[in-house]
């Protein structure tokens, strides 16, 4: 234990532990390790951005995807899916919601749909920012080409969440097919640096199969990798996939990784995200408590939220925009944090 405070220290100090450190540091996970690196973290967070949470709109753009995961509920392989896709008038009408709601950041996020095509969002990307110039476009469309990840870049996104899901190539491939690949994943990563984009990593906790080890692997990914923004939330098993009678993610272990990322780079964007407060009613405050800064209130029209089933019993599903919005500016001040007008980019330190 007192061998862990000094991990904690020293990460706090160094911002950086060996693999087998970050090993260490999740097998001894106790409450009064928890309570050191939050303490911390909360201070790190604090110093850099205040008491303020960066909210960002998240557009659910499509629900069809060509891919396979095995946990995820939008596999194509799952017949029981609802499909449906947006249509770029439908999406500009929620970035126009969203920016009267005070949202000024878009994340248009959805499956591999192949009729997202480039001549479908390059016009779409420009109008967005032609007609909100003051705001960010993040999207979240999984795998493309370099190609496409360059010509969507220059019509106007700025950033791109592109989780790695796990940094183990053995591990990926227990949750995935063989047609997907790790080192694909990995090259899409470090293709968006390369052009320029602020980079969002992120990876699942309690996937099956996924142990401190691999953890660990993801912790020292980061850390090297050095995105902009990481997603973490905690895997909640979807009725209609293989990963159905698997057991899920916590929020406590989520929260603890949450403050060790944190500590490992000081500006990091952390998301308390959606799956954290399906687990918990007050699972995005425990979050934001432990290190997080950010908040993606859904903003997606209700009469498809339903169905951008990824895991079961995903809250929001019947709220309006401005309901999401207010829901979660009382429930951040109720624990002295205010979500703020901002594009929300990281700080420079
Ligand atoms: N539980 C939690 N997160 C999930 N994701 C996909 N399926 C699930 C699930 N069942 C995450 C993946 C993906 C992101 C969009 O959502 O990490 O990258
Ligand atoms: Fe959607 Fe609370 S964030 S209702």
């Keep these: 234990m007192s061998d862990c405070i000094q991990l904690v220290q020293k990460l706090a100090e160094e911002h950086r532990l060996t693999l087998a450190e970050y090993e260490t540091l999740l097998r001894e996970r106790s409450d009064a390790l928890a309570a050191a690196l939050r303490e911390q973290a909360v201070r790190v967070r604090q110093a850099i951005y205040g008491n303020a949470v960066f909210t960002r709109g998240l557009i659910e753009i499509s629900s069809y995807c060509k891919n396979n995961c095995f946990y995820c509920g939008i596999r194509a392989g799952n017949p029981k899916a609802e499909r449906y896709r947006l249509t770029p008038e439908e999406i500009l009408e929620c970035c126009r919601e969203g920016w009267t709601l005070g949202f000024r950041t878009f994340v248009l996020q959805g499956g591999e749909d192949p009729f997202f095509t480039d001549e479908v969002l390059c016009p779409l990307l420009r109008q967005i920012k032609q007609e909100f110039p003051d705001c960010a476009i993040t999207l979240s469309l999984g795998e493309r080409s370099r190609n496409s990840y360059q010509a969507l870049f220059d019509a106007g996104a700025d950033r791109y969440l592109l989780r790695h899901e796990t940094a183990d190539k053995e591990h990926y491939a227990q949750l995935h097919p063989a047609s997907l690949s790790w080192e694909h994943r990995m090259a899409c990563l470090t293709t968006l640096k390369e052009i320029g984009y602020q980079v969002g990593c992120g990876f699942m906790v309690g996937s099956p199969g996924q142990t401190e080890r691999e953890l660990a692997k993801d912790l020292k990914f980061v850390e090297t990798f050095r995105p902009a923004m ?74 498809v939220r339903k169905k951008y089933a990824l895991y079961d019993n995903k809250i ?23 979500l703020v007008t901002d594009r929300g980019d990281p700080k420079q330190i």
Excluded at 243 to 262: D, H, N, P, W
Excluded at 318 to 333: D, I, V, W, Y
């Design 316 to 338: 929001c599903t019947g709220e309006e925009s401005a309901q999401c919005r207010g829901c979660l500016e009382r429930r951040m001040q109720t624990i002295g944090y205010s």
């Design 230 to 303: 990481c997603g973490i939330g905690p895997f909640i098993p979807h009725r209609d996939t293989p990963f159905a009678e698997q057991s899920g993610g916590s929020v406590e272990l989520t929260c603890y990784l949450l403050s060790i990322l944190r500590l490992m780079q000081p500006n990091l964007l952390l998301p308390a995200t959606t799956a954290l407060g399906t687990l918990d009613p007050i699972g995005r405050e425990k979050g934001v408590l432990a290190g997080a800064n950010v908040v993606m209130p859904n903003l997606s029209p209700v009469s």
